[in-house]
């Protein structure tokens, strides 16, 4: 079945399917009744939630910081229908993640910062972190989620112990490591538009002091989207997207090793750009949209293959360990895309006459791709292992890069012939000493501080052999930046009870310079120096109910000094990096889980963020499409002033609930489980404009599922997006009202079984 054709939903119908999700699915009233007499119940305590923020093992609540954790049933419910890593946006406060090129090439916010730049070199104040390696590259960042023990989401500045570039935070992935036990488990799913996803790992002790843990993913799916016309692609949204990873364990004596090598495959469809669909004056799809038809005269393709691997070795001594982490990643990707995402061309330099549409159309049909990335980190740690009061952890750290970017232009009028080209190289080194303190006062008092010092440098050069412009080629001069930076953190983490703990930090954050050279519509390459962060928080956890329930509620505030931005270029298809004087956030973050009872799970997740650009004279260019700009006018003509505009892509509120009812049935229990996310409303750009100010968004999902013979065993239905919501989250400014739209309904069945 196709997603409907007609995306204007009444609200009292959207009101009516969450109800039946959320109501009539759960009889809320008798879970509250059975409550009073199940709370003692040992099987409504929760579990200890252990996590390794500061490089230790932990209970989260004695982590002195704002951190949520997803693992279990929640990450295979909300990774059912076969989506990438943007599935986790909004599903724990203050967290948002967005993409211009599809499943691949995330972005993503924290707080509210992060960068809207989609130059494949662009840097992200978030850190990610995949089995203790860092993911610097965009496009690394999008390796699929299989497989995983848990996600952890540091909040707030990681200047100290987590590789480079996290003064927003850290978003930290933990693969299900190899174990001395014959294992594994085995899931095939099955949706609409044909959609396929499987998934398993097998686990096999080879020896005493060997271990083998191998796992995989496909996802696939047909074309959902139809081009009525004979040019361009005719068919789109489709994908193919592999991936796997083996891991081999050895232990022998005080000496452990942990190899690891990854790949992925993935060949699909850049993001549709649609021409016209937002209406002039608001943010309201047009009357008539069809999300399954697509007219369009270009070209649409992407295609992303990875590799890496990882050596994490450890020697256990005497009073200390110590730990050598050495990674290499490499990968190739291309994406190429109807930027105009329409037919034919209306401007003044086009061909009278032409057949377009929908709506007015510019002739832009480009394409961006890394023939060429290879990463490599290095870290040396060594870390006390007694149960003395003082603690410590000491390190190195080694980061280099290498990075092709290729820039294609395309002419959609003359048989989609390249009409453009530009190339950029990135050679980018850094390297860190760091180290930190933990130091008991005593059993209910603990305080911690961390220090790294940080140097970074990057080579940069630009050309243009091809210019789509027919006047030459250019060379532009070659950029070298260099930056050093000392980041710390000091916090506190004191036991009030055995149930209550509260805690408070101070951190600084650093993003290393930036650098741009998108020369195929432009002249210059664009440098934004270091930006700087400093985060004050503090906050409470407590167990509740008899620890059948746990509540953590933090409130912070920073300052980020040269915040990095990304302004756009008006009426030309062009970024530029600047540096605003600084920007400001505030808010409140709050996580809950509860066990109602024997039968009733729930979770919850609140945050507010309050941002703005503190910088009254800096000026960007807003739409060159003339859409209803609400900034005052800048110091030059066609550019307007943005100093206290909130942060682009930062909604401020973000909530996220799930509800779980399970019970026996013969020899097994049946399960319901319904979750949402939403976020608010926020800008689409460094400008405020009545068309670019995205909805506020609210998307549900549901799983109805049986569990037999222990566990073993799970036949489960799904669906995702179940109001089928459908709204513009993303734009293209510079010329028409084009818009990207978010993921419209999933449905499926899942079968799972475990050995």
């Not at 993001?271 to 016209?276: D, I």
């Not at 002419?411 to 950029?424: F, I, K, T």
């Not at 120096?529 to 059948?548: C, H, P, R």
Request: net charge neutral; with cysteine; proline share 5%.
């Amino acid at each position: 079945m196709r997603p409907s054709r007609s995306y204007q939903f009444r609200q009292g119908t959207t009101l009516t399917l969450i109800a039946v999700a959320v109501a009539a699915a759960f009889p809320m009233q008798a879970a509250w009744a059975q409550a009073p007499d199940t709370a003692k119940n040992e099987t409504t305590q929760l579990e200890t939630v252990i996590v390794t923020a500061n490089r230790r093992a932990e209970n989260i609540k004695e982590v002195p910081m704002s951190i949520s954790a997803i693992k279990g049933e929640a990450l295979d419910a909300y990774n059912t229908s076969g989506q990438d890593i943007r599935f986790l946006s909004a599903r724990v406060p203050s967290l948002n993640i967005e993409s211009d090129f599809g499943r691949s090439f995330p972005r993503f916010y924290i707080r509210g910062l992060g960068n809207t730049d989609f130059d494949l070199n662009a840097s992200q104040p978030v850190g990610l972190v995949y089995d203790d390696v860092v993911q610097e590259s965009p496009i690394l960042k999008g390796f699929p989620v299989f497989d995983v023990d848990q996600v952890e989401v540091l909040r707030g500045p990681q200047g100290t112990l987590f590789g480079r570039n996290s003064p927003a935070g850290v978003i930290k992935f933990d693969s299900a490591k190899p174990t001395n036990r014959f294992e594994g488990y085995g899931n095939i799913g099955y949706g609409n538009d044909k959609a396929v996803n499987l998934e398993g790992a097998v686990n096999v002790p080879l020896n005493n002091d060997w271990a083998m843990r191998f796992s995989g993913q496909a996802q696939s799916r047909d074309d959902r989207v139809n081009n009525p016309r004979s040019t361009g692609t005719q068919t789109l949204e489709g994908y193919h997207d592999n991936a796997a990873r083996l891991q081999l364990a050895y232990k022998n004596g005080n000496f452990n090793a942990l190899l690891n090598a990854h790949g992925r495959d993935m060949a699909g469809n850049a993001t549709l750009f649609r021409a016209n669909i937002i209406q002039k004056g608001s943010n309201e799809l047009v009357p008539g949209f069809d999300y399954a038809s697509y007219p369009t005269d270009g070209i649409n393709k992407q295609t992303l293959t990875s590799s890496g691997a990882s050596a994490r070795l450890r020697w256990d001594l005497e009073g200390m360990t110590l730990y050598a982490i050495t990674a290499y990643d490499k990968a190739r990707f291309y994406s190429r895309a109807d930027v105009d995402g329409g037919y034919g061309c209306d401007a003044p330099w086009c061909p009278p006459g032409t057949p377009t549409g929908p709506g007015h159309l510019f002739n832009a049909e480009t394409a961006d791709g890394i023939p060429d990335l290879k990463q490599l980190t290095q870290e040396f740690r060594v870390q006390s292992n007694t149960k003395d009061a003082l603690q410590w952890i000491a390190g190195l750290y080694y980061f280099k890069e290498d990075v092709q970017i290729d820039s294609f232009k395309f002419d959609s009028l003359n048989h989609n012939n390249q009409h453009g080209y530009a190339v950029q190289h990135q050679y980018a080194k850094s390297w860190a000493a760091f180290g930190s303190l933990n130091y008991a006062v005593s059993d209910r008092l603990k305080l911690r501080g961390g220090l790294r010092y940080t140097s970074d440098k990057k080579d940069f050069d630009a050309a243009r052999p091809v210019n789509p412009f027919d006047n030459g080629s250019l060379a532009v001069p070659d950029v070298h930046v260099k930056s050093t930076n000392v980041s710390w953190d000091v916090s506190a983490n004191y036991i009030l009870d055995k149930s209550t703990s509260v805690f408070g930090r101070v951190a600084t954050g650093y993003r290393a310079p930036s650098v741009q050279g998108r020369i195929l519509f432009g002249d210059q390459t664009s440098v934004a120096d270091s930006e700087k962060t400093l985060s004050f928080e503090a906050g409470v956890k407590k167990d509740i109910l008899d620890n059948s329930a746990r509540i953590s509620a933090t409130v912070f505030q920073y300052t980020a000094k040269d915040l990095q931005l990304t302004a756009g270029s008006g009426s030309v298809n062009q970024n530029k990096l600047v540096n605003a004087d600084k920007a400001t956030g505030r808010g409140v973050e709050l996580d809950l889980q509860a066990n109602l009872s024997r039968n009733w799970k729930t979770t919850v997740g609140v945050s507010y963020n309050d941002t703005e650009i503190k910088d009254d004279k800096l000026f960007v260019a807003p739409c060159g499409n003339g859409c209803s700009v609400t900034n005052p006018a800048g110091p030059v003509a066609g550019t307007v002033l943005i100093g206290g505009n909130p942060l682009p892509r930062a909604p401020k509120w973000v909530g996220n609930f799930t509800l779980k009812y399970s019970t026996p049935v013969a020899n097994g229990d049946l399960y319901v489980f319904t979750d949402w996310a939403y976020k608010d409303t926020y800008n689409m750009f460094l400008y405020e404009a009545k068309e670019y100010k995205a909805k506020a968004l609210l998307e549900g999902g549901l799983r109805v599922g049986y569990k037999w013979a222990d566990g073993k065993y799970e036949l489960a239905a799904y669906g995702r997006n179940i109001t089928n919501r459908q709204q513009v989250i993303a734009a293209i400014d510079f010329d028409n009202l084009t818009g990207i739209l978010n993921e419209p309904r999933s449905y499926g069945v899942q079968f799972k079984a475990n050995f």
